[in-house]
């Protein structure tokens, strides 16, 4: 088996937007997406989940595009379309039926070009309320679902861009403003400060050409707000405990570790671990806990790649009815110590690589993902070519470097362990 | 204001759309009587491959329910020639997922894979179908986890609201009333003997597909499939569509109180159709207006305009039987009353006036437009094609869709509006606290009220809390 190489062309505007294109006609399908490098991580004290709410303003209309047209718009033509915010970046995609290209294009111009000629208090008002509802409904009507922004909380100190997370507060987005929405979009939405990708069944002559006539009268900003210092010590230093109450029937415990930066080799061992603890029946976390000692409803390890300063590596056991929450935490921890003193087998580490490889082969199949991870690698490492070097870098992983990565990561000095339990007084016994 | 200088103002015109046919599917049947269907899809090295039962958890007796959900999990604890571990093994080794999933309906056993490993992977598939063992001491584990799962989908509002919705709309007798899983009382007493019966019946070619999609030969896929099932015999059980009666044909109200809820989780409706009601393509464009497009009346209304919820739709289950027509939205507890009664005005007003034609064209250009885009790789064709399979429609019926979706009419989307949906037979699902909005709610005179006190279980006792690990060095959970 051998995944294709995606083929692109990588070229600038004179304004500074950044066009990568990849040709392929299998289907009759292109996806256009649009990374924007400002996410949650450039918000300001007193403003966070701005980045996010902002998103949201990106679909109330620009100066040709009514109030939810974007939508319309595109969903008419027979395409698709989201937009998400993340600490490191904001995107925006469709995936049109190719001979809707032309318009996706536009449609995103309109945007970048003209948004504040359509904005106005009652849509920003409407779009506050919307997020305030998806706050509620991702994170504070869930079991459990607290657990991302206290992660982040303990793993990074209160003065670093990633303490926050992406949704932000109530009281935050309650004091969000017009004038914070004009100057966000001055500040960071331009033409030099995005990734644009087409993929799929496309002509790259006529897609610069497309591209030069809606994007290329956008002025660029030229220069854009430096960050604060985000390096960190690479463990935090000694070990965080909490212990939550909440609506659940199962205790849960979560376990977070400082990690290294999206992009290093050591990130790289560190995810194919994830896969050997945690990925599928035979991974060692679920066999252990979920299989053998029967005492975790599910597990999971897992990393959220960040570039600044440190990543996340975290997971979680669900502690089944009966059983001690310690003995699932000794158990969870005696998992990874032993991938932290001992490479995994050869049988172990090719079966982990044979479905890296896979995976890689369906995502990369879907021109939706190509767009994407092209835009990626583009605004975060300024190498697209990444989308071919990565899977060749996962492969060449060595278990001695798994193992190193694990001792450097898994230790009791750099972790967090966070253990939900059921809000007392509201327990009772099953039949 | 006045646009930039130099933007562009006017909106591209769509060029010329490439032809798209739903791809040649080459159709066989073994002399056992599998059905095979292969999709050729040149360049899609990543293929996709399903074995379709028509066995499906309404087809399993009241006392057992849960068994079939349970054999088909088991399906991958234990063959004749491997154990769980050395069955997931083996398919990793080849970069294989293999999975296998029960519904009401069916219970599909597949894998993707890379195409030049098809045959090894389909030897594990013909292995978890034909020969599973299900041994007891990993049965005990899957079904102490199921009753564990259904512990925690009490406390989940989502599951929680869907779960009283079936409920309350099926009559006692019907097996949409009850999770496809089974509740706690019948997936207690499930053993691996009655895994093994629920097996004997439903693995046997004659009520069996094969589907198989990606860069592939149909010929060696035949070939495969001779050598793997030709020899396949037994099973063939399956019953007559379930029972799928209303348990009322009047308006009635559910509440589970949950005090201190920020959101309210909203469901309003009743049974709705069978897949193969010939209103299908009507009815699919009349859902995507009222609530399937993101600017379908219901999003547009709820979330647009008022801005209540993250999210409102509606829409139909379709299964064998009437599975559920429903609306639906979490909205915060304060606007739980206005988002019913917009929610009933929008079903009132799709039933009262026809939608416009910029509405009708919306909907069915999206309908026709997405149907490309649904077929990128191999998984969403076999997934399509199973349907098919599963549900007695004709060979044709992907190839004419878009076709039957444009010649819907405005006149189609009202009748079809009037006949199946219906509010004053609807159910109304609240999981929130009823303390902030039961006065307002009362007021609405919408039919007699039940109101549940939350009651989520937890495990074991109060100890477990107390003992939850080491409260030293770190934070206490708020200021306790």
């Known amino acids: 088996m051998s995944v294709p190489v995606v083929e692109f062309t990588d070229e600038r505007l004179p304004n500074g937007l950044r066009l990568i294109v990849v040709e392929d006609h299998l289907a009759p399908v292109v996806a256009v997406n649009l990374w924007y490098n400002v996410g949650s991580k450039n918000e300001v004290e007193g403003k966070t989940g701005f980045a996010h709410l902002f998103e949201h303003v990106m679909f109330q209309g620009s100066a040709n595009v009514g109030k939810a047209e974007h939508m319309a718009l595109v969903q008419a033509a027979g395409g698709t379309l989201n937009g998400s915010t993340w600490l490191d970046r904001t995107n925006y995609y ?20 003209t948004l504040l000629d359509a904005l106005s208090q009652e ?30 909380q303990h793993l990074f100190p209160k003065e670093h861009p990633y303490y926050h997370p992406t949704i932000g507060s109530m009281e935050d987005l309650d004091a969000a403003s017009v004038d914070d929405v004009k100057s966000f979009f001055a500040t960071w939405y331009a033409p030099d400060n995005a990734v644009l990708s087409v993929v799929g069944d496309c002509e790259r002559d006529q897609v610069r050409a497309w591209v030069d006539r809606y994007f290329g009268p956008i002025p660029a900003n030229g220069s854009f707000p430096a960050l604060p210092d985000m390096s960190l010590p690479p463990v935090i230093g000694e070990e965080r405990r909490e212990v939550v109450e909440d609506k659940v029937p199962l205790p849960r415990i979560y376990i977070g570790f400082r990690a290294p930066v999206f992009g290093s080799t ?17 991974s060692r976390l679920q066999r252990r806990l979920v299989r053998e000692d029967r005492i975790a409803q599910d597990v999971a390890i897992f990393t959220l790649p960040f570039t600044g300063g440190a990543s996340v590596c975290v997971g979680w056991a669900t502690v089944r009815p ?21 490479p995994p087998t050869e049988d172990e580490l090719a079966r982990a690589k044979a479905l890296t490889e896979a995976d890689e082969l369906g995502g990369l199949s879907r021109v939706e993902e190509r767009a994407d991870r092209l835009s990626m690698y583009a605004t975060l490492f300024d190498d697209p070519a990444l989308i071919n070097t990565m899977l060749p870098r996962y492969l060449s992983v060595t278990g001695e470097q798994i193992r190193d990565a694990c001792r450097a990561v898994f230790r009791a000095d750099n972790r967090v362990v966070l253990t939900y339990v059921p809000v007392a007084g509201e327990t009772e016994a099953p039949a | 204001m006045s646009p930039r200088d130099g933007m562009i103002t006017q909106r591209p015109e769509p060029g010329a759309p490439r032809p798209y046919e739903f791809p040649a599917t080459l159709r066989a049947r073994l002399p056992n009587g599998l059905a095979i269907a292969v999709t050729p899809m040149p360049g899609r090295a990543l293929m996709a491959a399903s074995l379709l039962l028509r066995w499906g958890a309404s087809d399993e007796p009241a006392d057992k329910a849960g068994a079939t959900v349970l054999a088909t999990r088991g399906l991958t604890e234990g063959t004749e020639r491997y154990e769980a571990i050395a069955l997931t093994e083996a398919a990793e080794r080849l970069g294989a997922s293999v999975h296998a999933e029960a519904g009401w309906d069916a219970i599909s056993a597949g894998f993707d894979v890379p195409a030049t490993r098809m045959g090894q992977a389909m030897d594990l598939l013909a292995e978890i179908v034909r020969r599973p063992t299900f041994p007891a001491h990993e049965i005990e584990r899957i079904r102490d ?9 009490k406390a989940d509002p989502r599951r929680r609201a869907d779960e009283v919705f079936a409920n309350t709309i099926y009559a006692a007798e019907c097996p949409y009333r009850r999770p496809a899983g089974g509740a706690a009382a019948t997936v207690e007493g499930i053993t691996a003997d009655d895994l093994r019966v629920v097996h004997k019946g439903f693995a046997g070619p004659q009520r069996a597909a094969l589907i198989v999609a990606g860069d592939v030969d149909p010929d060696e896929v035949v070939a495969v499939a001779t050598q793997l099932f030709g020899d396949w015999s037994g099973g063939g059980v399956g019953g007559p569509a379930p029972l799928d009666t209303p348990a009322e044909r009047t308006r009635r109200v559910r509440v589970v109180h949950r005090p201190g809820a920020v959101q309210t989780e909203i469901r309003l409706g009743h049974p709705g159709l069978p897949r193969r009601t010939p209103d299908y393509h009507a009815v699919t464009v009349m859902s995507a207006i ?64 026809p939608v416009t034609d910029a509405e009708l064209r919306a909907a069915r250009d999206y309908l026709i437009g997405v149907f490309p885009l649904r077929f990128e790789t191999p998984g969403p064709v076999v997934g399509s094609l199973a349907s098919l399979y599963l549900h007695g429609l004709p060979d044709d019926e992907l190839a004419t869709y878009r076709a039957r979706i444009e010649a819907v009419t405005a006149d189609d989307v009202l009748r079809v509006a009037r006949e199946h949906i219906r509010p004053e037979e609807a159910a109304l699902i609240l999981v929130g606290d009823h303390d902030q909005f039961g006065t307002d709610l009362e007021a609405l005179n ?15 006792s109060g100890d477990a809390a107390v003992e939850a690990g080491p409260l030293d060095g770190g934070e206490s959970a708020d200021g306790r």
């Open chain 2, 290 to 353: 009222l609530g399937g497009l993101f600017n379908s009346r219901l999003n547009m209304n709820l979330r647009e305009e008022k801005g209540y919820t993250y999210g409102a739709g509606a829409g139909f289950d379709m299964r064998r039987g009437r599975g559920p027509f429903s609306a639906r939205a979490a909205v915060n507890t304060e606007v739980t009353v206005p988002a019913i009664v917009e929610t009933l005005k929008e079903l009132d007003r799709i039933r009262e006036e």
């Open chain 1, 322 to 342: 009966g059983v001690d929450v310690a003995t699932v935490e000794a158990a969870y921890l005696e998992e990874l110590e032993k991938l932290a003193t001992e």
């Open chain 2, 446 to 460: 919408l039919g007699p009220i039940t109101v549940d006190t939350d009651d989520v279980p937890a495990e074991g």
């Open chain 2, 145 to 153: 986890e199921r009753l564990t799962d259904l512990i925690q989908a």
């Open chain 1, 123 to 152: 849509n920003l008002d409407n779009q506050r309320e919307v997020v305030k509802n998806e706050k509620r409904w991702s994170y504070d009507n869930r079991p459990y679902g607290s657990w991302n922004e206290k992660i982040l």
């Open chain 1, 94 to 113: 469709e995936t049109m039926p190719s001979h809707q290209l032309e318009l996706a294009l536009w449609l995103e111009a309109d945007r970048m070009g």
């Open chain 1, 266 to 282: 050591a990130l790289d061992a560190l995810d194919i671990a994830g896969q050997l603890l945690s990925g599928g029946k035979g």
